[in-house]
């Protein structure tokens, strides 16, 4: 049930987050760097991006004391959004369950305070849209972002995340679970 919950609240939360994606325009703006030969940015494949993306998941979670985390479940697979031209990144998410008696405020407001002086820079909602202190980690140079913040359940942190962008072969199927 929670999976279901975070899987459909992940994809709201990004799709209102796509928005603040860089402009088509700079993403293609860095593919010409890129044919140009300069080191604008690297070419990741969407497995690569998943990859990055679910490590700094994970790299969040551990950031939150063992004895608060009763239970943690990062999603297995995610969607493609786009990012304009022929750019997309790779969206997914994790829910933090926590132990009994632990409220996840406290815990968002230490992350944030932890990504403070980060290669991140940091947005706050307080409240966001459903109610509760919600932080987020936006990449200086990227449209990737996580976003941390109560679960749709008691008890929970739901982190949301979107890759950088990274070019799509033309004419592949972007739907579907990647």
């Known amino acids: 049930m ?6 459909a609240t992940v994809l709201v939360l990004l799709l209102s987050v796509t928005g603040c994606a860089r402009d088509s325009s700079e993403a293609s703006t ?23 993306t679910q490590a700094m998941e994970r790299e969040i979670i551990n950031s939150i004391p063992e004895d608060k985390v009763a239970e943690v479940d990062q999603m297995a697979t995610g969607v ?13 998410g994790a829910t933090v369950v926590l132990s009994a008696g632990e409220e996840p405020e406290p815990i968002v407001r230490s992350l944030e305070a932890k990504y403070q002086d980060s290669r991140f820079k940091i947005k706050t909602r307080d409240p966001a849209p459903a109610g509760d202190y919600e932080v987020q980690l936006r990449s200086r140079d ?10 749709t359940e008691p008890n929970t942190i739901l982190i949301t995340s979107a890759s950088e962008c990274f070019e799509w072969p033309e004419g592949e199927y972007k739907g579907g679970d990647f």
């Open 80 to 92: 493609l959004f786009d990012c304009g031209g022929s750019s997309v990144n790779w969206a997914g």
């Open 2 to 7: 929670i999976c279901r919950r975070s899987s």
């Open 142 to 151: 990227t449209a990737e972002i996580y976003i941390m913040g109560e679960g």
């Open 30 to 52: 860095r593919t010409s760097s890129l044919e140009q030969g300069t080191p604008a940015a690297q070419v990741l494949t969407w497995p690569e991006a998943k990859a990055r």
